[in-house]
């Protein structure tokens, strides 16, 4: 005999399909939601029918953009200097860097990280067109801001291979070191040692 | 300039409204749906719309039921005793009792519990027709499973109350003790009184 009505089921499995939602927090949000103003679904329900529909890819950037954009907002803006590329691996990652307010040039998102586990080729992500952009002339540096992690660094790895034949464009990548606010007691080994070898001057 | 655009920054919203979702998680889950498989984004969206208008109330115990039953499985059931009444605040909470399969009885959902700092009483709660079933005479037992808060023990004093003229229906709550793969270092102060208080007999 079913404890719950099919539709409570059907919620709480369509919750539980996201990452980082288990079986209790989907059961937790389908009841909160049983119970909640109508709105609060209502809203969900409409913005999730509307994600798909109307958002795109950039041409240029391969970042998220509305759906009857050519070129997203960052990649059309005049005052952000287009001589610094800065590669990352998902939208989020653009996000992520734009609320630091540190950032005024360029992105590329690969939309993946090169992994020969899993069968991530070259092909497979947004690699081609970040080798072009860095061709025209216009690139200067290109920052891998990929994730530290063995397929980020991989990746950073091809990258620089396949623009050093671009005498004119530098490949950097985001700092290794301790996390600020972090406490070196509980820094890992590796961590320790990225932030010892990039030991900087105090001044 | 908006680095997100709007139908991304509006399911970011929506999710960041439900319980337990903070911005974070809220982006990652957008970021996730956005280049999640097609049916993903769409079971949760038909699953969202459903769920209200597709469940009601049971009319005896007040649990989550189909819109077009109106008394729910649990409380039709021939096999499950009706003479013990299981008093809980929240649908979730009957959810949670079936899992232990220990209780077979029936429940009586509160949809709340008694708080004059926020000025719920018992009007505001299921509390009238709960009296109402326990003065039917079928009803020997109301086990108070309410939340071991301070409103929840006010609750089953009130239900003990209200039902103290029947002499026919005892009104007990459930155990308060060490939690279960618990331990006894970590446990508070007042579990562990009450974990003495309510010491059993090893047989």
């Known amino acids: 005999m079913p404890v719950l009505p099919q539709p409570v089921q059907d919620l709480i499995a369509a919750f539980e399909r ?29 913005a999730l029918s509307a994600i798909k529909r109307s958002t795109g890819s950039c041409s240029v950037c391969h970042n998220i953009t509305l759906a009857e954009q050519d070129v997203c907002e960052l990649c059309s803006a005049e005052d952000r200097d287009e001589s610094i590329v800065c590669v990352v691996e998902e939208p989020i990652d653009v996000l992520m860097l734009e609320r630091t307010g540190g950032f005024f040039g360029r992105y590329h998102v690969l939309h993946g990280v090169l992994s020969p586990i899993e069968g991530v080729g070259p092909d497979d992500i947004k690699m081609a067109s970040l080798v072009e952009r860095a061709k025209t002339g216009k690139v200067k540096e290109v920052i891998v801001a990929t994730n530290p992690s063995m397929e980020g660094d991989a990746t950073g790895l091809y990258i620089q291979q396949q623009l050093a034949p671009l005498p004119n464009v530098r490949v950097t990548r985001l700092a290794r070191g301790l996390p600020v606010g972090g406490d070196l007691e509980y820094a890992d080994q590796n961590t320790l040692l990225r932030a010892l070898a990039g030991r900087q001057e105090i001044n």
Chains 1, 2 share one sequence.
Request: hydrophobic residues 40%; proline residues 7%; without cysteine.
């Open 18 to 46: 996201l990452p980082g939602i288990g079986p209790k927090s989907a059961s937790r949000l389908t009841f909160y939601l049983l119970r909640a103003a109508e709105d609060i679904t209502d809203n969900l329900t409409e």
